[in-house]
């Protein structure tokens, strides 16, 4: 089945620099990619989400980049402050869209 | 504008006792819905879906059952909690015919002692 690894699995940056993430997933099939934000005990918050025909999203100060090649997904917080510091997860699925495969999640920390 | 609400907001329960956690959307007609689990600092895991009331597919199994009695109702069950069972459940919709754009509730929080 469709395996999703995430890195780093920590990432500490000064508020005002870029923060890279990035997921890689196996299945070729694989149709919809999401980021996702999870605050501490909460939910998760939709960040961003691209179909397979889209290589690069830009949404406030997020940019989502799909190389289905490589397939690798990527999520660049530019000029992160200390709101973003939480836990980012990248999600998976195929074309049916029942089943969203999530990977390990990175903890970011935003320094002031 | 839809809103989905997850009771209750924390359990601590005994091994071997049942569970029951509920899930409600409002404002939307006939949402997928599914049930996922996170281990404490881990990733989420699916564990059932519903596409239409009365039917429910699972995916992965952990002694726990699911029901989706009304449009707008999901309910995660079991009858005999174990010390695995603990986590945080999430309730999550999306549209129907599948989206990538899974809207999440606030979670449950379950300790089993």
């Known amino acids: 089945g469709e395996q999703v690894e995430q890195r780093p699995p920590h990432l500490s940056v000064r508020e005002g620099d870029s923060a890279i993430i990035i997921c890689t997933y196996t299945?070729?099939?694989?149709?919809?990619f999401s980021w996702y934000k999870q605050e501490a005990g909460a939910g998760l918050q939709l960040l961003m989400s691209?179909?397979?025909?889209?290589d690069r999203k830009e949404e406030q100060g997020l940019t989502v980049l799909l190389n289905k090649k490589d397939k690798r997904l990527s999520l660049n917080l530019t000029a992160a402050h200390p709101g973003d510091s939480a836990v980012y997860f990248c999600a998976v699925s195929a074309n049916s869209g029942t089943y969203q495969r999530f990977g390990t999640g990175t903890k970011l920390q935003v320094v002031p | 504008a839809q809103t989905i609400h997850q009771w209750p907001v924390a359990e601590i329960k005994a091994v071997g006792s049942p569970l029951s956690l509920g899930c409600t959307i409002k404002g939307k007609s006939s949402p997928n819905l599914y049930w996922y689990w996170q281990a404490t600092g881990g990733t989420l895991q699916q564990l059932f879906y519903s596409i239409t009331v009365g039917q429910v597919e699972s995916v992965v199994q952990l002694n726990l059952s699911a029901s989706r009695p009304k449009d707008d109702q999901f309910i995660l069950s079991t009858e005999k909690l174990l010390l695995s069972h603990s986590g945080f459940y999430l309730c999550a919709w999306s549209l129907e015919g599948g989206s990538s754009d899974y809207t999440f509730g606030s979670g449950t929080r379950l300790l089993v002692i």
């Open positions: 299945d070729s099939a694989t149709a919809y």
């Open positions: 691209v179909l397979s025909n889209v």
